[in-house]
């Protein structure tokens, strides 16, 4: 290897090791809203059982239909969790050159995302291929991150009951949203995702049929280890073990909110699989699993860790490559 391949890898995994810390750091705050393992066993009993579509159902949500052409919407959440800030969501909105008949595309961002600067780039750059971009604020991040903490800080945590209905209530949203839009004229619906943003959508698409491809950068599929092996969450495992909540203990509840257990909708053709080398959150290893059992699926590895800037460019490439028709090729 060269000096400066050598220098590249160093600086992606310190990279990755600084973010692991401030994570870890957070957790010791004190916000993470403690619940006992009775209480989490409560919560998982009710959803013991419960079929993955009645988890994830859709309510009606009247305000959708106001959604504007263009600019940011806010709606009351489908899914209230009881955070007044979280359960307004938020989209931004650039709509592409044929209006709602233009085909539409989810930006769905990182964990812990705290600027959408290039977000905006990306949405300028499918508007000006043809598609509507639609900028979606996961719950706890951007618009409806509560004050005093920050963007996506409550989104993942120790309080694990939180944890999961931010995951269903994300879901829940997405999938109302995407049959609006369907519905407005658009022809296609894409998903382009990173990390949490990846994990939402690697879920969605185990549930809606109208999602015509799907790009997954980092996507966190393996819940299970991403909670008990993650560098990242050193400080959420003692705190859950302090609280008497064990690995065992919520195993059966994770199946409903972890991927690597679901078949999408969605001929697995039509998905990429994206994955850093030195990643240790969503890890190349159980992103490879994940491309085996969604055989057809697409898979890259590009030399970087959890945090980096290499996979959104080489998705593009990829997707135009291998999907000419959704850009007019």
Avoid at 17 to 34: D, K
Avoid at 235 to 252: A, C, D, F, K, P
Avoid at 253 to 260: Q, T, W
Avoid at 283 to 311: C, D, F, M
Wanted: charged residues 20%; proline residues 5%.
């Amino acid at each position: 290897m060269s000096l400066t391949g050598w220098w590249h890898d160093s600086w992606a995994k310190g990279l990755d090791g600084f973010s692991f810390g401030f994570i870890n750091a957070l957790q010791l705050r004190g916000r993470s809203g403690a619940h006992d393992a009775e209480t989490f066993q409560e919560y998982a009993r009710h959803w013991s059982g419960v079929a993955l579509e009645e988890f994830y159902a859709v309510p009606d949500c009247p305000e959708l239909e106001r959604l504007p052409e263009q600019g940011t919407f806010s709606f009351h959440s489908p899914l209230p969790t009881g955070c007044e800030e979280n359960d307004r969501a938020h989209l931004d909105i650039w709509l592409g050159p044929k209006g709602w008949k233009s085909p539409a595309m989810f930006l769905l961002h990182g964990h812990m995302s705290v600027s959408d600067v290039g977000y905006r780039l990306w949405a300028k750059k499918l508007n000006q291929m043809g598609w509507t971009a639609v900028f979606f604020h996961l719950p706890y991040h951007y618009g409806r991150r509560p004050r005093g903490v920050l963007s996506g800080e409550m989104a993942l945590s120790s309080n694990l009951i939180r944890t999961s209905e931010g995951i269903r209530q994300a879901v829940v949203e997405l999938r109302a949203v995407s049959r609006l839009l369907r519905n407005r004229g658009c022809p296609h619906v894409g998903l382009w995702a990173t990390s949490y943003g990846g994990w939402v959508a690697a879920l969605l698409l185990s549930l809606e049929s109208g999602i015509s491809t799907a790009w997954l950068l980092e996507p966190i599929v393996d819940v299970d280890w991403a909670i008990w092996e993650s560098p990242a969450t050193m400080v959420l495992r003692r705190q859950l073990r302090s609280r008497g909540i064990t690995r065992e203990m919520i195993q059966g509840h994770v199946r409903k909110l972890c991927p690597r257990w679901q078949t999408p909708r969605l001929a697995p053709e039509r998905i990429l699989l994206l994955a850093g080398k030195f990643d240790r959150i969503a890890t190349p290893e159980t992103i490879r699993e994940l491309n085996r059992k969604w055989a057809g699926s697409h898979y890259a590895e590009l030399r970087q860790g959890h945090v980096g800037y290499q996979l959104m460019p080489e998705s593009l490439r990829m997707a135009r490559e291998r999907f000419p028709e959704l850009f007019g090729k």
